[in-house]
Nanobody
Framework: QGQLVERGGGLVQPGGSLRLSCAAS????????MGWYRQAPGKERELVAR???????SYADSVKGRFTISRDNAKNTVDLQMNNLQPDDTAVYYCNTIPPMVINGRPYWGQGTQVTVSS
């Protein structure tokens, strides 16, 4: 059974920072690349940051240089440090495996955490 719990979102002014954290069940986390995804209103969900099981990272062009993903294999957590946030970063942020976990034939997602960037 999967478990993903995201936290750390909130309202921030342009140029500000937030740190998101995700706790994943060991069975999901241990053997999978992990990613942070986001879904803005009216848009498709997109992968913005990825960390492999051996901690290699990659980023969408839109966040490169501003976001940093990291994982703690001992705690089964994956974090996303977001700096210089802009209004276009406003979205619900989700963590998940890459590709996203499927449980009982259905895509599994946590509840996500809302990030709003506004002055």
């Amino acid at each position: 059974q999967g478990q993903l719990v995201e936290r750390g979102g909130g309202l921030v002014q342009p140029g500000g920072s937030l740190r998101l954290s995700c706790a994943a069940s060991g069975s999901m986390f241990r053997f999978n690349d992990m990613g942070w995804y986001r879904q803005a209103p009216g848009k498709e969900r997109e992968l913005v940051a990825r960390v492999t099981t051996n901690r290699r990272t990659s980023y969408a062009d839109s966040v490169k240089g501003r976001f940093t993903i990291s994982r703690d294999n001992a705690k089964n957590t994956v974090d996303l440090q977001m700096n210089n946030l802009q209004p276009d970063d406003t979205a619900v942020y989700y963590c998940n495996t890459i590709p996203p976990m499927v449980i009982n034939g259905r895509p599994y997602w946590g509840q996500g955490t809302q990030v709003t960037v506004s002055s």
